[in-house]
């Protein structure tokens, strides 16, 4: 029996942990067989129990993958704590929205530093959602500049959210309506900028 699983099927998991029908249920060692199911980069946590008299209970935890980021020439899947979990496959989500702008070098040499980067662009992405600009402009793409100000990009039309620095939550409310009285006048930015810490009720648009 698994539960849990939605990547993976029951067969892939019993692979995995060494489970097959037929088998002498007291030859099976479960934390072993938990640990080699772990090893499948989408599952976080494994928990395997025998049921007596003839059962093998598979208890299974998945990591949900929240964005894709580039890191080099390569595309990784990341969770929503910015942990980079898998290089991207055949089979893996793609309509997700894409986090740009961290090195290899960076990620190869700080770790640690590269996933708290991108747990805190997946902050802003939380918070484009919260306040509903990501369901009528979905983001594309965040993008890390090499000064570490942020770039959104939204839309179909890729609208260009210049973020700056941290903290974002003024500055997306503003973008927020901004976006919102563009829409009402019928007009399209390409552009809007929202990086003026020293004045941020001064916002700047770049029509089309």
């Known amino acids: 029996l698994v539960d849990g699983a939605s990547r993976r099927s029951a067969d892939d998991l019993a692979a995995a942990g060494g489970i097959g029908v037929g088998n002498n249920i007291f030859a099976l060692d479960p934390e072993t067989a938990a ?113 570490h100000a942020l770039v959104a990009t939204i839309g179909r039309e890729a609208i260009l959210l210049h973020l700056g620095h941290p903290p974002y939550r003024a500055k997306i409310e503003q973008g927020n309506r901004v976006l919102q009285e563009l829409s009402k006048r019928k007009a399209n930015a390409s552009v809007i900028f929202l990086d003026n810490d020293a004045h941020p009720e001064r916002v700047v648009a770049r029509m089309r």
């Open 35 to 147: 640990m080699a199911i772990s090893t499948d980069p989408w599952i976080e946590q494994a928990k395997v129990t025998r049921k007596l008299p003839s059962t093998i209970q598979v208890n299974v935890v998945e990591r949900e993958a929240r964005a894709l980021a580039a890191i080099g020439g390569d595309l990784y899947l990341a969770t929503r704590d910015g942990d980079l979990f898998k290089r991207a496959g055949v089979g893996d989500p793609e309509d997700l929205p894409l986090v740009t702008g961290l090195l290899p070098e960076q990620v190869a040499s700080d770790r640690a530093g590269a996933v708290l980067a991108i747990k805190r662009v997946l902050d802003v992405l939380e918070e484009l959602e919260r306040v509903g600009i990501a369901q009528r402009w979905p983001v594309q793409e965040l993008h890390l500049e090499k000064d």
